[in-house]
C-alpha cells in the first residue's frame, strides 16, 4: 500500500494530472480545476428527444430534427458544444485520452439511469483507419468506451465493425457531405 502511494506521487510528478477543460495541471482527482467547475455544467431542460441538444419552444425535437431523418434511435449529451469544443479537441488530437474518464464520469452522473434502462449487450466503440490510429496512437472513442465500460459494467466490443476507408475529417462538412464521406467506410466483422 505505501509502495503504491509512493509509485502514484511519482507519477504525479512526472505526468501531472491537467484539467480536463481548460488544460491547466491540477491536484483534484476530478479532472477539472475550480474555475472550470463554476462555469461547465452538464446540459439540462429542455433537449432534442432525436439528437439531445438544447432545444427551444415547446417542440420535443430541435429545428434540425424535425427537418431531417437521422439513422440513430436517440443521443444523450453531455455538454453545450461550446463550452468544450477545445477540451474535445485535445482529446481527440492532442493525445489526451485521460480525458476519457471525466466524460464518462459526467456522462454516468447525467445519463447513468437511461444507459441502464438500455439493457445494452455491448458498448461498440467507432473505429478510426489505422493510418489516424499511428497518428493519434489511441482511438478516443474506444477510450472513452473503456472508461464507460468501467463505470456501468456494460462490456466493450472492439471487434465487431472494422474501419477498412480512410475518410477525410468530418468537422469541415455539412450533414450531406458527412454521410456520404462516410459511405463504404466500415465493415461488420461478426453478425451478432
Request: with cysteine; charged share 30%; glycine share 4%.
Amino acid at each position: 500500500m505505501i509502495l503504491k502511494r509512493i509509485l502514484s506521487k511519482i507519477t504525479d510528478l512526472l505526468f501531472p494530472r491537467r484539467c480536463t477543460i481548460c488544460d491547466v495541471v491540477i491536484a483534484s482527482q476530478e479532472g477539472i480545476c475550480g474555475s472550470c467547475r463554476k462555469k461547465v455544467h452538464s446540459l439540462r431542460g429542455d433537449t432534442c428527444m432525436k439528437c439531445g441538444k438544447k432545444r427551444k419552444g415547446n417542440n420535443a425535437y430541435c429545428y434540425d430534427c424535425m427537418r431531417r431523418d437521422h439513422y440513430f434511435e436517440r443521443n444523450f449529451s453531455v455538454f453545450e458544444y461550446p463550452v468544450i469544443r477545445e477540451s474535445l479537441y485535445r482529446f481527440k488530437y492532442r493525445g489526451r485520452a485521460e480525458y476519457a474518464a471525466y466524460y464518462a464520469r459526467k456522462a454516468c452522473e447525467l445519463h447513468g439511469k437511461r444507459i441502464m434502462e438500455l439493457h445494452a449487450d455491448a458498448i461498440v466503440p467507432v473505429p478510426i483507419h489505422k493510418s489516424r490510429f499511428r497518428k493519434r496512437g489511441y482511438n478516443q472513442a474506444k477510450e472513452l468506451a473503456r472508461e464507460l465500460s468501467a463505470l456501468t459494467g456494460i462490456p466493450v466490443c472492439n471487434d465487431l465493425i472494422k474501419r477498412v476507408k480512410s475518410t477525410k475529417a468530418l468537422k469541415t462538412m455539412d450533414v450531406r457531405e458527412r454521410q456520404n464521406n462516410l459511405k463504404k467506410a466500415f465493415l461488420i466483422i461478426q453478425n451478432d
